[in-house]
């Protein structure tokens, strides 16, 4: 180029030049194919957002944020401060790193919260507050993703003292779950029940209500089985068969309310029929006059336990008759007694139906009557048999009201009559004096006891009222003799002798 050329290039501007400059060597070494970096890169970005769109989801899903360890404040200061070049200011990343520290604290009480409660399983009785904790608790990660750590923080604390208050439920919540578990069990709801008592084990594994609860609601389709059958059997009168049903069931479930009224009431049944039986054979054999036998029945009858007062009553009525037929014996024998005027056997009757009802008016008035029948009997007889003690006046004044009782008695009877009767002989002739002969040795001193001293003689003769008499004889050197004769009354002797012809000197002996 010649020095003329140059001097006609207009000045330029360098910085519009650069830019066309460059603009023109990027086109004029544009080749016309991507080269293989570009593939490179194109192919790395496809893989990257295929694993943002189906892999990330996943592990956001299996991992609770935040997803990396918690920051120990003095690794973080260390490791911030060899880093050459800072984005923010040591004390702002340490301020931050406490506020990460903090927010992963409650984080931490907030994951045991949330274990616990699902160890609980929770979403059976508290899904709603335990999923609006869980929500709050999601909200904390967002602001844990943007590094608001306080907000963090604050959205656990929420969560946590959510999650915490639901826990405080537990002990109402078992006690709700053990009624609705009680009303499913009342309902026959074997797997409600089952599922309720299981849920209230969770909360205490040791509570003996729903222990038993839910064994009972294990075999409660079973149980419901037999109850119906058993009921059917009673229905239709088959006591034995539905007993052993029923007790069947309460093997299965003791505590079945059900079970046990229905058996009690067929137990009930099965003792009335029983009683029944025995009591219909008392009274056959009371109809069979067997009173005893009877009154053994009804005995056992009132031994079940059941309807006592009938059978007692009965027992009562039996004995009363058993009474009445001993008082009607007795009745027929004092009658027989008293028509034969045999009162002393009449009396020991009487005494024998006092002895039954002390009270009978007909036994006190009659033994009183014939006691003294009997006394009067004995007296008559002692009289009758005894005329000689007519002699003493006493005793014929006693005899004589002994006879005049006899004679003021109303249908004395055949036999008093005949008493009296040889009584009034027996009393007549008593005043009437008997000769009697008396003979001695005419050495013998006769004295007639009660009528005086008669001395001596060969024979007399004596005028003597009935009776009993006692002739003494005496003489000197003998032994005395006593004569006892009876006069009158068909018995007096023909002569009464009276000698004393036994020595009492001893006899001399010969030379």
């Known amino acids: 180029m010649s020095e003329n050329d140059i001097d006609k290039i207009d000045p330029v501007d360098f910085e519009h030049n650069e830019e066309i400059t460059l603009s023109n060597q990027t086109a004029e070494i544009k080749p016309d194919k ?12 496809f893989v990257v957002a295929l694993l943002v769109i189906f892999v990330l989801p996943s592990i956001v899903s ?85 590094q608001e750590f306080v907000s963090a923080r604050d959205s656990y604390a929420t969560s946590r003292d959510e999650l915490f208050a639901l826990i405080q439920t537990v002990p109402t919540v078992l006690t709700r779950t053990l009624i609705e578990a009680q009303q499913a069990l009342d309902l026959a709801d074997s797997a409600t ?16 209500i729903a222990q038993i609860g839910r064994r009972r609601a294990e075999s409660l389709d079973e149980v ?76 056992r009858a009132s031994a079940l336990g059941i309807n006592q007062e009938q059978a007692f009553a009965a027992i009562a009525q039996t004995e009363n008759q ?54 009067l009997d004995v007296l008559l007889i002692n009289a009758i048999d005894n005329p000689g003690r007519f002699l003493e006046a006493a005793i014929f004044e ?39 002969q008396l003979i001695s040795d005419d050495l013998t001193d006769v004295t007639l006891l009660r009528v005086g001293n008669l001395g001596t003689f ?9 009776g009993r008499y006692v002739a003494v004889g005496k003489r000197a050197g003998y032994r005395e003799v006593r004569e006892e004769f009876t006069v009158g009354f068909g018995l007096t002797p023909e002569a009464v002798i009276v000698r004393c012809d036994e020595s009492i000197l001893p006899t001399q002996r010969r030379r």
Do not use: C, H
Not at 34 to 45: D, I, K, R
Not at 85 to 101: G, T
Not at 406 to 431: C, F, K, W
């Open 322 to 375: 058993i009474v009445n037929a001993e008082i009607n014996d007795l009745k027929q024998l004092i009658e027989v007694a008293e028509n034969d005027e045999e009162w002393q056997l009449a009396v020991g009757d009487y005494d024998k139906v006092l002895t039954t009802d002390p009270n009978l008016l007909f036994a006190i008035e009659g033994r009183d009557y014939a006691e003294k029948r009997a006394r």
């Open 224 to 299: 419901g089985v037999l109850l119906r059958e058993a009921d059917d059997l009673l229905e239709d009168g088959e006591l034995e068969r539905a007993r052993t049903i029923y007790q069947r069931v309460l093997a299965l479930d003791s505590r079945n309310d059900s079970a046990r009224q229905k058996m009690q009431e067929t137990v009930d049944l099965i003792g009335e029929n029983e009683f029944s039986a025995i009591m219909s054979s008392g009274y056959a054999l009371l109809e069979e006059g067997k009173p005893e036998r009877a009154i053994d029945a009804f005995l």
């Open 34 to 45: 991507p080269s293989l970096w570009a593939w490179v890169a194109v192919g790395g970005l």
């Open 458 to 466: 060969e024979q007399t003769a004596v005028s003597l009222k009935p």
């Open 193 to 208: 029940a089952s599922d309720k008592f299981s849920l209230a084990l969770l909360f205490e594994p040791e509570n003996t």
């Open 62 to 146: 299996e991992y609770e944020l935040p997803l990396e360890r918690r920051v120990d404040v003095a690794d973080l200061q260390t490791r911030e401060a060899i880093s050459a070049v800072p984005a923010i200011s040591p004390f702002e990343e340490s301020q931050r790193a406490l506020q990460r520290k903090e927010a992963q604290d409650v984080l931490a009480v907030l994951l045991e919260n949330q274990e616990q409660l699902n160890a609980l399983d929770v979403t059976q009785w508290g899904q709603e507050p335990y999923a609006a904790a869980l929500e709050q608790a999601s909200l904390g990660d967002e602001y844990y993703r943007t």
């Open 398 to 436: 006693q005899t004589l009201d002994i006879y005049y009782t006899g004679r003021a008695i109303e249908n004395p009877g055949s036999r008093l009559s005949s008493q009296l009767d040889q009584l009034q002989v027996l009393l007549d002739s008593s005043q009437v004096p008997v000769d009697v």
